[in-house]
């Protein structure tokens, strides 16, 4: 019972966190907009975008979904631009708990049109989602497991949902999966990804 408890806290902080960010980008674009001259508005409105599509030579080849958990941010960076290899070509979208608002039907649908942004505007052909061990944020932390195996199990279950989600949204797109641990070992972080078939 406890753990349903930490599970609801956690997403009532989580679906806080998302409306709190997206009235912030709505009051950063009104100010941004009310702060143009009138000469910057009039040139505002003679811009075609449709121009700089059509010039444009290279897009952004993927979008990169993470958790904010600040223990994984370093390793998962050197994890996409150096075993991936894409560094310089993705979209970087980090929330806390990783894919939990995606799978949370009261946060799904702000979660897929953030994630549509990137889709649409830089051409993405693939999705790479990392989810990782004592995830607090989106399980209550390992602690709320009584074994890793199950912690383990659990939350790639979530990863797949979340692929079969993804997939009915954007159904040309490659999802991969990948689950992150470390291993404190000699005063020092060993960190590995394993990816979810």
Known sequence: ???????????????????????????????????????????????????????????????????????????????????????????????????????????????????GVSVRLHHVKRVVILGHQDCSIGYGGSNNFPEPIVEYKTICRDLKKARRLMRLRFPHLKIYLYYATVLSKDHQRIYNFKQIL
Not at 10 to 23: D, P, S
Request: hydrophobic share 35%; net charge positive; glycine share 4%.
């Open 1 to 115: 019972m406890q753990h349903i408890r930490n599970i609801l806290k956690n997403r009532c902080i989580i679906t806080v966190l998302l409306i709190v960010f997206t009235k912030s980008l709505s009051a950063t674009n009104v100010s941004l907009a009310s702060s143009r001259t009138a000469d910057e508005t009039k040139t505002q409105k003679t811009i075609k975008y449709s121009t700089f599509f059509d010039k444009k030579t290279h897009w952004c080849d993927a979008l990169v979904i993470t958790c904010t958990d600040f223990r994984f941010t370093t390793a998962t960076q050197e994890f996409i631009n150096n075993r991936l290899g894409l560094k310089g070509n993705y979209d970087y979208i980090s929330i806390p708990g990783s894919i939990r608002n995606l799978l949370d039907s009261k946060t799904r649908g702000l979660v897929l049109n953030t994630f």
